[in-house]
T-cell receptor
Framework: AQTVTQSQPEMSVQEAETVTLSCTYD???????LFWYKQPPSRQMILVIR??????QNATENRFSVNFQKAAKSFSLKISDSQLGDAAMYFC????????????FGEGTQLTVNP | DAGVIQSPRHEVTEMGQEVTLRCKPI?????LFWYRQTMMRGLELLIY????????DSGMPEDRFSAKMPNASFSTLKIQPSEPRDSAVYFC???????????FGQGTRLTVV
């Protein structure tokens, strides 16, 4: 079974600084998708960014970017110019192309942004 | 679109009672998912539907749990009888097609006392 590992239960960053959240996954498949979701205290799961495994170019969404290393099975999230509103639990998720859209989530990383 | 709508947002019930959680997916989405979030197990998929048909219910913990999708705009997750270990946040999510991100509702926090 596929597994997703987030080795940092908690991270903190100063406002306006940059922080990187780590994620590794285990799979024998070549076609899959990776996502980062954000869960603020409101509990809503919000999609931050997605990456298709067949794309070599790293995805970016404004202040959020990923470092996708397919051979290393690594998918880290970089948040630039951190803002207080970025404080949340961040989940890395994996979706296998043949799985019928079922997401496998990591354990989550709690990000604190210090003013 | 208003997004995925779940009700109720909070539910407190006594052990042994029946609990029904409700979900309205985003219009036009073919896939609907029920996830459960707990501190111990994180986010886990319980069941998902494609075009109202249950495809994979291997995550349903036991026979006390059942899910239905009578039409494209409504789904229920029922627990009967409920137990304290069922206390968790239950999320409904939908996606427009296969192999794309899921859009989540705000979840139902269930407490069984």
């Amino acid at each position: 079974a596929q597994t997703v590992t987030q080795s940092q239960p908690e991270m903190s960053v100063q406002e306006a600084e940059t922080v990187t959240l780590s994620c590794t996954y285990d799979t024998s498949e070549s076609d899959y998708y990776l996502f980062w979701y954000k869960q603020p205290p409101s509990r809503q799961m919000i999609l931050v960014i997605r990456q298709e495994a067949y794309k070599q170019q790293n995805a970016t969404e404004n202040r959020f970017s990923v470092n996708f290393q397919k051979a290393a099975k690594s998918f880290s999230l970089k948040i630039s110019d951190s803002q207080l509103g970025d404080a949340a639990m961040y989940f890395c998720a994996y979706l296998e192309e043949t799985s019928g859209s079922r997401l496998t989530f990591g354990e989550g990383t709690q990000l604190t942004v210090n003013p | 679109d208003a997004g995925v709508i779940q009700s109720p947002r909070h539910e407190v019930t006594e052990m042994g009672q029946e609990v029904t959680l409700r979900c309205k997916p985003i219009s036009g989405h073919d896939y609907l998912f029920w996830y459960r979030q707990t501190m111990m197990r994180g986010l886990e998929l319980l069941i998902y539907f494609n075009n109202n048909v249950p495809i994979d219910d291997s995550g349903m913990p036991e026979d006390r749990f059942s899910a239905k999708m009578p039409n494209a705009s409504f789904s229920t997750l029922k627990i009967q009888p409920s137990e304290p270990r069922d206390s968790a946040v239950y999320f409904c999510a939908s996606s427009p097609w296969m192999n794309t991100e899921a859009f989540f509702g705000q979840g139902t926090r269930l407490t069984v006392v």
